[in-house]
């Protein structure tokens, strides 16, 4: 097996980092371009997270309308056609909801295999493939051991589990492309980190900012070897910030109706509001995953962005651990640690070595921990994840009534059977338009005990019957 002692060859000419403690020689050979370890790790997370989704998908627990509206959009860019997620409002191009144009890479193989499953598909891909550059830095720079031990850990951290549970996203083509960049940076291919980065301005409005972060980092990494590469870093941390404003201000308003729609979750934000909560999820971030070594490394600084306007926000969603908005850290935090170890295991301190060299076994035991009891993957022990209910039949025939390219007011649980074939509305958000039907779940009773009665509130002047109930799902037609 391949020793642990690894002493990467630009050691030596970094000046940043300390000469190596009095140590045995290391007697290890380079990984090379065969070892398989990363793509296995990426391959069984591949299908843990596909097991989790689509289970999910088949009992029909969603929390959320967000698989429908991306499938709109996907659906539209597959025929060509602009982005209109109809969920959002009637007509609503989802560029001027959140600036996401990557999300048309999706449209190929939507084409193909048309459904909302072919999202969460393409979402556990992104997410595996993630894995990839962060076992192979690992193994290239700590051992293949520990490379294949901090590649698990990250795979199956906290962060991105939360992503996996909640629907589809687009970060998930932010993940792959923050992995390949840092582990550029830690192999010091510069070029190669700037074009990786480079399309996250493409996944989300607020990545440029963190585009800039990592170019910053490419120019404090190059400066005193290269000085050409390092201006050259500046210049795109400085077109990540201007294009990011550029979106903010002027990209999303074009497509949107009235301007950037989140303006007002900064309301009633500050650094100190929900204090408890966003300690307890900077805790979450670096001790489980890191053992806080990551805060010794300047690629933690990536982070940054992401941190910054998620606690200024006044939305407390934004704060906690919970819904995929930590996945994007998951990447960085880890490939932090592993050039914080790649650092520290050369100390002259033989205490710090000791601890950075038996971090990766930590993290790994503290995932697992926490894979087999809190988070979502405690579910694959569990018969009901692999099973449909008959709940779940019973529903999907009673929504089969409907006519394809029919136009429908739904809400969360029944909405993502029908926007691969129907027009779908956000019920209570139609905005003039009036459905060919309505469909909605009320098992709790929250449009009170006769549905009907609600529909025609929602459209005075029209008449709807009730078609039939099933597992609380109600439907009802016009006329």
């Known amino acids: 097996m391949t020793s642990d002692a690894i ?52 009992r029909m627990d969603w929390a959320s309308w967000d698989l429908g509206i991306f499938e709109q959009a996907i659906r539209a860019y597959a025929h060509l056609q602009e982005p209109v997620a109809d969920l959002k409002g009637p007509g609503a191009n989802i560029l001027g909801d959140h600036f996401s144009p990557i999300i048309a890479l999706a449209a190929p193989v939507y084409r193909l295999f048309p459904g909302p499953i072919t999202l969460l598909v393409v979402q556990a891909a992104l997410f595996a493939l993630s894995a990839v550059p962060v076992t ?4 290239r720079l700590l051992g293949r051991a520990r490379g294949v031990a901090v590649g698990i850990a990250y795979g199956l951290s906290w962060g991105v589990q939360r992503a996996v549970e909640f629907d589809f996203h687009e970060i998930a083509f932010a993940m792959p492309l923050l992995a390949f960049s840092l582990e550029a940076v830690l192999a010091r291919r510069w070029r190669a980190a700037l074009l990786w980065a480079l399309p996250l301005v493409l996944v989300k409005e607020d990545l440029g900012f963190t585009l800039a972060a990592l170019a910053v980092v490419v ?9 050409r ?3 050259t870093a500046l210049g795109v941390a ?17 497509f ?23 300690l307890a999820t900077l805790g979450w971030l670096l001790i489980p995953t890191s053992g806080l070594l990551a805060l010794r490394s300047p690629l933690l600084l990536v982070a940054a962005p992401t941190l910054g306007w998620r606690f200024l926000s006044g939305d407390d969603h934004y704060w906690s651990t919970d819904w995929h908005y930590s996945a994007v850290l998951m990447p960085v935090v880890s490939l932090a640690l592993v050039d914080a170890i790649d650092t520290f295991r050369r100390s002259e301190r033989p205490r710090l070595r000791a601890y950075s060299l038996q971090l990766p076994t930590a993290v790994l035991a503290a995932g697992l921990a926490l894979a087999a009891t809190a988070m979502p993957t405690a579910k694959l022990a569990e018969a009901r994840t692999y099973e449909k209910p008959d709940r779940v039949t019973a529903v999907e025939r009673l929504l089969a009534q ?11 649980t029944p909405l993502t059977r029908l926007t691969s074939r129907c027009r779908v509305l956000w019920i209570g958000g139609s905005k003039g338009v009036v459905p060919d039907w309505i469909t909605i779940d009320n098992s709790s009773k929250w449009a009170g005990e ?28 016009r006329g």
Do not use: C
Request: proline letters at 9%; a positive charge.
């Open 229 to 231: 590469t390092a201006w």
């Open 238 to 254: 400085a077109f990540g910030a201007v294009f990011a404003a550029l979106v903010f201000t002027v990209l999303i308003p074009a």
């Open 402 to 412: 409907i006519p394809d390219g029919a136009t429908v007011e739904a809400d969360t």
């Open 136 to 139: 192979g830095a690992a193994g």
């Open 256 to 278: 949107a109706t009235e301007g950037y729609g989140y303006w007002h979750k900064i309301d009633g934000g500050g650094p100190f509001s929900g204090t408890g909560t966003k």
């Open 450 to 477: 006769d549905p009907v009665v609600y529909a025609g509130q929602l459209h005075p002047g029209e008449r709807y019957t009730l078609v039939g109930e099933a597992a609380g799902i109600v439907l009802m037609r």
């Open 7 to 58: 002493v990467r060859p630009d050691a030596a000419a970094d000046p940043a980092r300390p000469d190596p403690a009095p140590a045995k020689p290391a007697r290890s050979k380079p990984l090379g371009n065969r070892w398989a370890g990363p793509y296995a790790v990426a391959g069984g997370l591949f299908l843990v997270y596909l097991v989790l989704s689509v289970g999910r998908f088949r």
């Open 219 to 227: 120019a404090w990494r190059a400066w005193t070897t290269d000085r």
